[in-house]
C-alpha cells in the first residue's frame, strides 16, 4: 500500500495525504484545499483522516474528484492526552493498512498521520514543543521516520536541518484569496455579511485560532487591557474577539489562566469557537484589525486570508513571519507593543499595507502549490533526495523508510 507502483513520467499520480482531523485548523485547511488543487491538476487523490467525536466528514464540503477516507473515532470519557494520541496513531494505521489500496506518494501533514503510516513524506508546518511524554516522541518519531520532508517557510526549514540535520523542499501554502476578497467587496450579500457581524460585536479585534500557547493569547489579552490608553480620548476600545479553537491537545489550564487574568484586567474577550466555513470570510472582513500575536507559526494563513480581505495585520515580530509579510503587515513585541501597533491600525490603516497584502495574497495560489508538490513527488519517484542535483546518487528511495 504504501509503495509506489509503476508510473509514466508526467501521468496522473496516485497520492494519499493524510490529516489527523476534520476540524477547522490550518494544517487541515491546507491539506483539503491541496487535495483540491491536486485533483484539479488531474491526480487522483485520497485525503485520510481521524472522524473525531462522531464527525462524519469535514468542516466543509470537500470536492467530489477528491476522495475522503475518514476513519470513526469516537471520544473515551476520561482519556489522557497521551492515551489519545497513542489511538489516533494506531487506530488511523490500522484503517490505513487494512483499506488494501496502493498509493504512488502517502503524503503526511502533521506528527500523529506520520506515525501511523510510518513510509512517507511529512510536512512539517511548524516545529512544536510538547511535555507529554507520547506527543514527545510522536514529534520527534514524524521528524526523523519520514524518508523526504516539505516545509511551508524557509524559516521553519531552518530550524529542521539546524535541530535535526534534515533537509526540507520548502513549498509556501496557498490562500482562498478570491473567497476572503469577495467577502470584502461591493456586493450586497457581502455587505450585509459584514454588517451582521459589526451589529453584533460593534467594533472589534479579531484573532484566530482559540486560546493556546502557541497562538500567544495571553499577550494578546494584556494588549487589549493597554489598548485605551493608546486610543485617542473618549475613544471607545473595540472588543476581543477569538475564533475557532477546536484541536486535539488539552489546553484547559492555559485557557483558563488567560481568562482568569482577563477578568483581573476587565478584558471580556468574545469566545466564538469555531465558526461556519461560509461564515469565516465574512467575519473576518467585517474585523477593524487582525492580530496575530503567535509565538511559533510555520506560514501564517490566517493572517493571509486577513490580507486578502484587506484587512490591517498586527503580527508578532517573528523570522518566519518576517520572510512571509514583510511589507505587508504591522509587527510588534510584547503586549505594549502590541498595544501601540493595534491602536495605529485601529485610528488609520495604511493603504499602502493594504494593497501589498491583498497583492501579497493573490500570489500564493493552491494551484501552484499543487504544480510544486506533483514536481517533488516526482522526482523523489524516480530516486533522486530533496537537495540533490537531479543526476546525483540517490541516498534513499521512495519505498524504504
Not at 507520547?134 to 520527534?140: D, F, G, K, Q, T
Request: hydrophobic share 50%; with cysteine.
Amino acid at each position: 500500500m504504501t509503495g509506489p507502483g509503476p508510473i509514466v513520467a508526467g501521468g496522473p499520480l496516485r497520492i494519499a495525504l493524510l490529516t489527523y482531523s476534520t476540524k477547522a485548523r490550518g494544517g487541515v485547511v491546507a491539506t483539503l484545499c491541496l487535495a483540491e488543487a491536486l485533483a484539479r491538476a488531474g491526480h487522483a487523490v485520497d485525503v485520510w483522516t481521524l472522524a473525531r467525536g462522531g464527525d462524519g466528514g469535514f468542516f466543509r464540503p470537500v470536492d467530489d474528484a477528491v476522495t475522503v477516507r475518514a476513519v470513526p473515532f469516537p471520544d473515551l470519557a476520561g482519556e489522557s492526552v497521551g492515551a489519545r494520541v497513542l489511538r489516533s496513531i494506531d487506530v488511523l494505521g490500522a484503517a490505513f493498512r487494512a483499506d488494501g489500496g496502493r498509493y504512488d506518494v502517502v503524503h503526511a501533514q502533521d506528527c500523529i498521520s506520520a506515525n501511523a503510516v510510518g513510509v512517507c513524506v511529512r510536512t512539517v508546518h511548524h516545529l512544536d514543543s510538547f511535555s507529554t511524554p507520547e506527543l514527545v516522541a510522536c514529534h520527534e518519531r514524524a521528524l526523523r521516520r519520514p524518508y523526504a520532508h516539505v516545509c511551508v517557510s524557509e524559516a521553519v526549514a531552518a530550524e529542521l536541518a539546524a535541530g535535526w540535520g534534515i533537509t526540507a523542499e520548502v513549498i509556501p501554502n496557498g490562500v482562498e484569496a478570491a473567497r476572503f476578497a469577495a467577502a470584502a467587496g461591493p456586493a450586497p450579500a457581502a455587505a450585509a455579511a459584514r454588517a451582521r457581524w459589526r451589529a453584533r460585536l460593534g467594533k472589534f479585534v479579531l484573532a484566530v485560532g482559540g486560546i493556546e500557547p502557541r497562538k500567544g493569547t495571553a499577550d494578546l489579552v494584556e494588549a487589549m487591557a493597554l489598548l485605551g490608553t493608546r486610543l485617542p480620548a473618549g475613544e471607545p476600545v473595540p472588543a476581543l474577539v477569538v475564533a475557532g479553537g477546536e484541536t486535539l491537545f488539552d489546553y484547559r489550564y492555559y485557557r483558563a489562566r488567560v481568562l482568569a487574568r482577563a477578568a483581573e484586567l476587565g478584558v471580556e474577550p468574545v469566545l466564538l469557537g469555531p465558526v461556519a466555513h461560509e461564515d469565516l470570510p465574512s467575519l473576518v472582513a467585517a474585523a477593524g484589525v487582525f492580530a496575530f500575536p503567535s509565538v511559533r507559526e510555520g506560514f501564517g494563513l490566517a493572517a493571509m486570508e486577513a490580507l486578502a480581505a484587506r484587512v490591517p495585520v498586527v503580527a508578532r515580530d517573528l523570522p518566519v513571519l518576517r520572510e512571509v509579510f514583510t511589507g505587508a503587515v504591522r509587527f510588534a513585541d510584547g503586549p505594549s507593543g502590541l498595544a501601540g501597533a493595534l491602536a495605529t491600525a485601529l485610528a488609520a490603516p495604511d493603504e499602502a499595507r493594504l494593497v501589498a497584502g491583498a497583492a501579497l495574497a493573490a500570489r500564493h495560489s493552491w494551484d501552484a502549490a499543487a504544480l510544486a508538490h506533483a514536481a517533488l513527488y516526482r522526482r523523489l519517484l524516480a530516486g533522486h533526495p530533496i537537495g540533490a542535483a537531479p543526476d546525483a546518487e540517490p541516498t534513499y528511495s521512495a519505498v524504504q523508510p
